[in-house]
């Protein structure tokens, strides 16, 4: 019995040795201490048939234990959040922040989007976008697939309701896939980056819905989407230049176009054909100075005084409408910071023929019986639907 005694006293010393630290002492001195230590060779011995018991006892203490790599990730301060995958980000053709920045950069794949932008745009805002238009079609597209939020898929003006990063994210992610810049340009490329995600931030903070305001309320909103859009150009525009003048020639090499031809050098030589861009620019989708009176007059049905103020208008939006041909097609930039600019341009002189329109539209809504307004109205209110 004696050496059965001592036995124990020897196991139970052994065991308690180890805890015998001051930072333990009070532990394994403790009746849990001495029975942990005691159990320990036991739990050593049966250890699997342990831990299977306590997971199925206690399955929410398991699974919520952090593990050593937790604690260190708890530890660490917060990091800036990764860039996007550049393979899954994409351009938004529905929106012309997107498609400024795809044509500044690689105009044969966004050119065709960004000569949509012309009189059928501010024709739009008048009326609604015409059956076919490209930017009626994406709408639609938008809401059927639930990727428009409830005012963007009713919104038939230039989008404004994006991401604060959209822009950035695809066409920053392409340039770093294509060009891989090297680490004195990372500066000048997280400089640009910067600049578009603010550029984006200011175009949604002036963004409203459209769907109810009347044909004039439409132009002043389409105006101000314009100046937001220039503005966030503007904005980028020296971030843009300081990342392009960091390249090398073979990486400026990618964003290069060929020069227009040059003029004819005889005046009196025959017209050469139309140029490829002014085709797309007279063929770009949306009404025309004509579709938007027939639209107007069949709405209204305007008296004979009424119809001398809607020729009048007729008039200013077809001056219009060559205006806004003329500037889209305008010979094509062979760089980005070129092709950014004549796109600025554009916009100027979009929110001008808008702001001429109106003041013609004005006289001619202002002389419409209560009646024919509420008619007048509906145009933009059905397309909107």
Known sequence: MRRQVLVFSVVAFTALAPLAGPANAQFALS?????????????????????????RHHPAEHATAPNSSTKAAE?????????????????????????????AFW????????????????????????AGGPTADRRRQLATTGQATASAAHDFLPSCDIGDS???????????????????????????????????????????????DSPLE?????????????????????????????????????????APPPPPANRNAAVPPMGER?????????????????????????????????????KVSAQMEKMLLASCAQ??????????????????TISYVASTMGIALNAFYSALTDEQKANFDTLGQEAAR
């Open 218 to 258: 439409r132009l002043d909103e389409l105006k101000q989407r314009i100046w937001a859009l220039h503005d966030a150009d503007v904005l980028a525009r020296p971030a843009i230049k300081a990342f392009y003048e960091a390249l090398t020639d073979k990486q400026k090499a990618a964003f290069k176009t060929a």
């Open 75 to 103: 530890a660490r301060p917060a990091e800036n959040p990764p860039e996007p995958n550049a393979r899954v980000a994409a351009p938004d053709r529905a929106n012309p922040y997107d498609i400024i920045l795809g044509y």
């Open 331 to 348: 010979p094509q930039a062979d760089n980005p910071l070129g092709r950014l600019d004549a796109a600025d341009d554009h916009l100027d």
């Open 31 to 55: 009746p849990r201490g001495i029975l942990g230590a005691v159990s320990r060779p036991l739990r050593g011995l049966f250890g699997g048939h342990y831990r299977h018991h306590a997971e």
């Open 107 to 130: 105009p044969k794949e966004f050119g065709n989007d960004f000569v949509q932008y012309g009189f059928g745009t501010v024709a739009a805002a008048i009326i609604g976008p015409s």
């Open 278 to 314: 002014s085709q797309a620019c007279a063929m770009a989708g949306g009404n025309t100075a004509q579709g938007l009176i027939d639209a107007i007059a069949a709405k209204v049905r305007p008296t004979a005084e009424q119809q001398a103020s809607l020729d009048n208008f007729g």
């Open 166 to 212: 959209s822009a950035s994210d695809w066409v920053t992610g392409r340039i770093k896939r294509e060009l891989h810049p090297d680490a004195a340009q990372l500066a000048a490329y997280g400089g640009m980056r910067t600049s578009l995600i603010e550029g984006a931030k200011a175009i949604r903070s002036r963004c409203r819905a459209s769907k109810a």
